[in-house]
T-cell receptor
Framework: DAKTTQPTSMDCAEGRAANLPCNHS???????VYWYRQIHSQGPQYIIH???NNETNEMASLIITEDRKSSTLILPHATLRDTAVYYC??????????????FGTGTRLQVTL | ETGVTQSPTHLIKTRGQQVTLRCSSQ?????VSWYQQALGQGPQFIFQ???????GRGNFPPRFSGLQFPNYSSELNVNALELDDSALYLC??????????????FGDGTRLSIL
């Protein structure tokens, strides 16, 4: 699986958009970009994933660059409850061990009043 | 739709003991993956079960073993517990053997402490 690079931490004011970047310059053609977040003392929560097109759901939007070497997770109106560690993960379209999620250190997003 | 549930939520054991952790997968999901998360680190893949068989394994010793039942629920067993086994153990369920376009959904884990 391709490695990802994320900033260690970010701050965002409540009500503003939170834009979390991720670099995955060695991504392969069949690898998806996944985003999870983990709020303290809880399990990781799936947010969104995509292959090449931009994606949007009720939680967030995922913008993937045309060369697929980087992506941005957008939380349109951040709230205090969005404070968490956000993980960007690249995973191939495989089964078994190769389908594992490889978590890095993630970005710690702090939403403030 | 019922999410992933794990039991117990907390557990304290001593070195050398054995432990069994349980996971009920999300409704309709046939694949279960287990992860270990040490304090301050990201989750690490232990193994995956699909159709009641181990379908992949990470870098964990054989004293970590598992089972999947016909209803797709799963157990993680750890023998000869060591202090370094203290961690949050996470279960994630998904569809289709964990294919890349199927997200894994996590439970809130079992916090295991070894004394």
């Amino acid at each position: 699986d391709a490695k990802t690079t994320q900033p260690t931490s970010m701050d965002c004011a409540e009500g503003r958009a939170a834009n979390l970047p991720c670099n995955h310059s060695t991504i392969s053609g069949n690898e998806y970009v996944y985003w999870y977040r983990q709020i303290h003392s809880q399990g990781p929560q799936y947010i969104i994933h995509g292959l090449k097109n931009n994606e949007t759901n009720e939680m967030a939007s995922l913008i993937i660059t045309e060369d697929r070497k980087s992506s941005t997770l957008i939380l349109p109106h951040a709230t205090l409850r969005d404070t968490a560690v956000y993980y960007c993960i690249v995973r191939g379209d495989y089964t078994g061990t190769a389908s594992k999620l490889t978590f890095g250190t993630g970005t710690r997003l702090q939403v403030t009043l | 739709e019922t999410g992933v549930t794990q039991s117990p939520t907390h557990l304290i054991k001593t070195r050398g003991q054995q432990v069994t952790l349980r996971c009920s997968s999300q409704s309709g999901h046939n694949t279960v993956s287990w992860y270990q998360q040490a304090l301050g680190q990201g989750p690490q893949f232990i193994f995956q079960y699909y159709r009641e068989e181990e379908n992949g394994r990470g870098n964990f010793p054989p004293r970590f073993s598992g089972l999947q039942f016909p209803n797709y629920s799963s157990e993680l067993n750890v023998n000869a517990l060591e202090l370094d086994d203290s961690a949050l153990y996470l279960c994630a369920s998904s569809l289709g053997g964990g294919q890349g376009n199927q997200p894994q959904h996590f439970g809130d884990g079992t916090r295991l402490s070894i004394l």
